[in-house]
């Protein structure tokens, strides 16, 4: 999943940046509100997190900016304002949550996840595809009830497909996903942990849960089966 | 006169007491007037009288004798015939006996004990029992007869001057009749006129107390050029005003942002390395972070309340504002799907800062969102000297002792709350300001229900 995250004080956009990448989340930093409009609409992007009080722009515009642009994916605040007022005009404006400083970093991670998991459609933090179950918060995954072991890459590509069951994606926005831009891309990679997932996911190659679409990408097939509870 | 506070009574006392001084004066000396014209023509009269008489006085016998009632009528004044009719006339010789006394004396001595000298005229006032107050003329003169003899006589005329004083009072009864009739009706007149004049700075007052009661914005329509730059200084004013609390409030948002980022930045930094050495001291500096943070969102939320005092604000429709705050928890508590019922009248009003009833009412359903089960249900209908607000959620309610402390919280700076909100506490203070009140109860859905009155901006 590609973050961008758009702050100006440096220490807590580094350390901030730091530990969304711990959580496996690759992170695009901005450091103002210009510089921040122009990653969101020249790299693919799946959640941004806007600090409201940025130079050159403030968040205010650079949400309205991006919303005006079409641009759909989920926008968490940063505010330092805690009144409801700012809270309503903030929600109003176009963004999906807002967290006000100084936050908790769990609960950040906590509400980025909520957000990813929506936009997928996805209302519980469970995501059940078939017979695949994935946590998004213990990042646990059974199969038929059976747990499975995966490295962190291969739950974070599973994560990413199982987000977007039922769509076809590319190689190029799953490599995009899945690595920031300093990592040296090599399509190659995806197709060998594809592989991998599958033979785990389905080791007697019964159900198939991940379809090849020849040229075009790759689509979780399983039907989706989210519980909706209450 | 600091103590007649009208305008208008003011100018009624003032213009009442120059003209009651004016007419005094000119009564005075149309009076007087009156009184010199009249004694005037009065002395004409007896001057006449007694040179009438003189015409009448026969000379040929050698000694003055003048005729009685005989004479035709038109010789004689009739009045010196007529009983008491307040003209008496008398001749003397030198020796002081009455050659001639008039028939009005009815057998009376004329009233005089003073004799002249030849050539000498005299007005004299005389006031003797049994005569009306009158006024004489004695005038002296030496007689020359035919037969070269002389002899000094004195002609007297008295007249009453019993009309003369009637006319007097009469004049002067018209004279304050019409100086009456004139005061008052310029007093009426001029206080329709101050009524008609006042009309503007009666209508600027109820502009500014609209102002001050939220009702208005500022104070609008044609003024008169008098006063045109007081409306305008006051509407520059209230601009001010409320351009100066936008300024503080910039200013506070300033330094929330300014403080906080940097607290966040702490928090953050110290979540980035979990050392277990460094634990006990990361966990203690997050506490001291934790309590800084309250510190100053507490005083920050306070600050920011603006109260009652709000020059010039609007009346701001409840309904929007509800509807707003329910929108955003939905989106906040989206995975909790909460059934949030509105029963807002429409018409409902606050008076006041918008920014404060969001505060109020977004603590209040962040609250009851909170807490429920799966449904909360916000009411408010104003009456005109209240907005009242209820908020009932179906969680397991607040008991009272646990609601005593929730309003408490953040009272005290240095309580350490973790993980609890300041947001009943900054309610209850924002309620305070606007002479309101919070109480807690039962709400009918089975959870806790808070209700807040806030009393009308401007109203005690």
Redesign the interface.
């Known amino acids: 999943m590609r973050l961008l995250l758009v702050e100006d004080?440096p220490?807590?956009s580094r350390?901030?940046a730091?530990?969304l990448e711990q959580a496996g989340y690759s992170v695009e930093k901005s450091t103002d509100g210009r510089e921040g409009l122009y990653y969101a609409r020249e790299y693919p992007v799946d959640l941004a997190i806007v600090?409201?009080?940025l130079p050159s722009m403030s968040g205010v515009e650079l949400i309205k900016q991006l919303r005006a642009d079409g641009k759909e994916y989920p926008i968490l605040v940063?505010t330092?304002?805690?009144?409801?007022?700012d809270?309503?005009e903030v929600?109003?404006l176009g963004a999906?949550?807002y967290v006000?400083?100084?936050?908790?970093?769990?609960e950040l991670l906590a509400r980025v996840d909520?957000l990813l998991r929506?936009a997928g459609g996805w209302?519980?933090s469970e995501l059940v595809c078939g017979p695949i179950v994935l946590d998004t918060r213990t990042q646990e995954v059974k199969v038929n009830d059976a747990k499975l072991e995966l490295t962190s890459f291969e739950y974070k590509l599973l994560e990413y497909l199982m987000l977007h069951a039922g769509e076809v994606l590319s190689k190029t926005q799953i490599t995009e996903a899945l690595y920031s831009e300093d990592f040296e891309r090599d399509s190659n990679v995806i197709e060998v942990f594809i592989g991998r997932l599958r033979r785990k996911l389905d080791p007697e190659n019964s159900y198939k849960p991940i379809e090849t679409l020849r040229g075009r990408g790759y689509r979780l097939a399983a039907e989706r089966g989210a519980p909706d509870a209450? | 006169m600091a103590l007649v506070r009208s305008l208008r009574a003011r100018v009624v006392l003032w213009v009442s007491v120059a003209l009651v001084v004016l007419f005094a004066a000119t009564g005075v000396v149309l009076d007087v007037a009156f009184r010199n014209s009249m004694d005037q023509a009065r002395r004409e009269l007896l001057e006449v009288q007694v040179l009438g008489l003189m015409a009448l006085v026969d000379d040929e016998s050698g000694e003055l004798s003048l005729p009685t009632e005989s004479l035709p009528a038109q010789t004689i004044d009739p009045q010196f015939g007529v009983a008491n009719s307040g003209m008496y006339g008398a001749v003397f010789s030198d020796n002081g006996s009455a050659i001639w006394q008039s028939t009005s004396l009815l057998g009376r001595d004329f009233p005089i004990d003073y004799l002249t000298v030849a050539g000498e005229k005299r007005f004299e006032r005389l006031d003797v029992p049994g005569f009306p107050p009158l006024e004489a003329l004695l005038m002296g003169i030496t007689w020359q007869f035919p037969n070269d003899r002389s002899g000094d006589y004195t002609f007297a005329i008295a007249l009453s001057l019993e009309p003369y004083n009637e006319r007097q009072a009469a004049f002067r009864r018209i004279l304050i009749g019409w100086f009456l009739g004139i005061t008052l009706t310029m007093l009426v007149v001029l206080s329709g006129l101050l009524t008609f004049v006042l009309l503007p700075l009666r209508r600027l007052e109820r502009q500014v107390r609209e102002v001050e009661a939220g009702e208005r914005v500022k104070l609008t329509g044609r003024y008169p050029s008098e006063i045109v730059g007081l409306a305008d200084n006051l509407n520059t004013l209230i601009d001010t005003e409320r351009r100066r609390l936008a300024r503080y409030r910039n200013t506070l948002?300033?330094l929330?942002?300014?403080?906080?980022?940097?607290?966040?930045?702490?928090?953050?930094?110290l979540?980035?390395q979990r050392d277990k050495a460094a634990e006990p001291a990361q966990d203690a500096l997050n506490r001291e972070?934790e309590r800084m943070?309250q510190r100053v969102?507490y005083q920050l939320?306070r600050a920011?309340a603006t109260g009652a005092t709000g020059l010039g604000t609007e009346p701001v429709a409840v309904a929007p504002i509800v509807e707003?705050?329910r929108?955003?928890l939905d989106?906040?508590y989206?995975?909790k799907?909460v059934r949030c019922t509105l029963d807002v009248v429409p018409n409902a009003v606050f008076r006041g800062d918008?920014?404060d009833l969001?505060?109020i009412?977004?603590?209040l359903m962040?609250n009851g969102y909170k807490y429920c089960k799966?449904r909360v249900r916000v009411t408010a209908h104003s009456t005109p000297e209240r907005l009242i607000i209820t908020v009932g959620d179906d969680g397991r309610g607040i008991t009272a002792e646990e609601a005593a402390t929730l309003f408490q919280r953040g009272k005290r700076a240095d309580e350490s709350v973790p993980g609890q909100g300041i947001g009943l506490a900054v309610v209850r203070e924002t309620v305070e300001l606007y002479r309101g009140t919070l109480d807690v109860s039962r709400s009918e859905l089975g959870g806790a229900e808070l209700r807040v009155e806030l009393a009308r901006a401007g109203l005690l």
Do not use: C
């Open positions: 004080d220490n807590l350390s901030l730091a530990q600090d409201l009080g940063l330092a304002r805690d009144r409801w007022q809270k309503v929600l109003k999906d949550d006000v400083k100084p936050f908790n970093v769990e909520a929506r209302a519980q209450d | 948002d300033d929330a942002h300014s403080l906080k980022t940097p607290l966040a930045a702490m928090r953050t930094l979540s980035e972070l943070d969102s939320r920011r707003d705050l929108q955003t989106k906040v989206r995975d799907r918008p920014g969001t505060e009412l977004g603590n962040d799966g």
